[in-house]
T-cell receptor, first 113, second 115 residues
Framework: SQKIEQNSEALNIQEGKTATLTCNYT??????LKWYRQDPGRGPVFLLL?????KEKRKERLKVTFDTTLKQSLFHITASQPADSATYRC????????????FGPGTRLSVLP | SAVISQKPSRDICQRGTSLTIQCQVD?????MFWYRQQPGQSLTLIAT?????????ESGFVIDKFPISRPNLTFSTLTVSNMSPEDSSIYLC????????????FGPGTRLTVL
């Protein structure tokens, strides 16, 4: 069966450092890999997507890499700020229709001042 | 992008009653979905809301318990029927397939507590 793992349930880092979150998957062939941010009591907010034929994507302080051979994505937040504290979830998307869209368990990031 | 609103934002209900959650998208979208998120857990897909036809349910979810309507391309409802405390959760509406994007967007969620 499909399985998605994110490196840790919680990650604490110092303000100004780079946060690196890992998403690993098995038994899945995603066409897209997406990263979402979720704050307590709120719905997930879409951040970035990367396609299966792309290696890296950047958006402001965010960088995502995608290695379909390793079945892994890395999500980086550079120059982290306390406002970046949230749960970050990767999501795998096998097509453009949504039924094969699967969320990872999430990593709760805390950026300490 | 799509902006999704849900009503109510939260509710406390008695066992055995039913609650209907409304989801409104600010633009026409192809696909709408309903998810459940239990405390501290990830999101689980309940069903895909199909316009003009019956919803497509995931394993473990049935129409009698979670009837869904989707009368048009911007609106859907999810009913949680004959509620029990185990139904206490956050219910999230989601949409994708609007013009020019293939991201999937989520509403703010409805926090349901069943006593």
């Amino acid at each position: 069966s499909q399985k998605i793992e994110q490196n840790s349930e919680a990650l604490n880092i110092q303000e100004g450092k780079t946060a690196t979150l890992t998403c690993n998957y098995t038994n899945y062939s995603p066409a897209y890999l997406k990263w979402y941010r979720q704050d307590p009591g709120r719905g997930p907010v879409f951040l970035l997507l990367i396609r299966e034929n792309e290696k890296e994507k950047r958006k402001e302080r965010l960088k995502v890499t995608f290695d379909t051979t390793l079945k892994q994505s890395l999500f980086h937040i550079t120059a982290s700020q306390p406002a970046d504290s949230a749960t970050y979830r990767c999501a795998l998307d096998a097509d453009n229709y949504g039924q094969n869209f699967v969320f990872g368990p999430g990593t709760r990031l805390s950026v300490l001042p | 992008s799509a902006v999704i609103s849900q009503k109510p934002s939260r509710d406390i209900c008695q066992r055995g009653t039913s609650l209907t959650i409304q989801c409104q998208v600010d633009s026409q979208v192809t696909m709408m979905f309903w998810y459940r998120q239990q405390p501290g857990q990830s999101l689980t897909l309940i069903a895909t809301a199909n316009q003009g036809s019956e919803a497509t349910y995931e394993s473990g979810f049935v129409i009698d318990k979670f009837p869904i309507s989707r009368p048009n391309l911007t609106f859907s409802t999810l009913t949680v029927s004959n509620m029990s405390p185990e139904d206490s959760s956050i219910y999230l509406c989601s949409a994708r397939g609007g013009r020019g994007y293939n991201e999937q967007f989520f509403g703010p969620g409805t926090r349901l507590t069943v006593l």
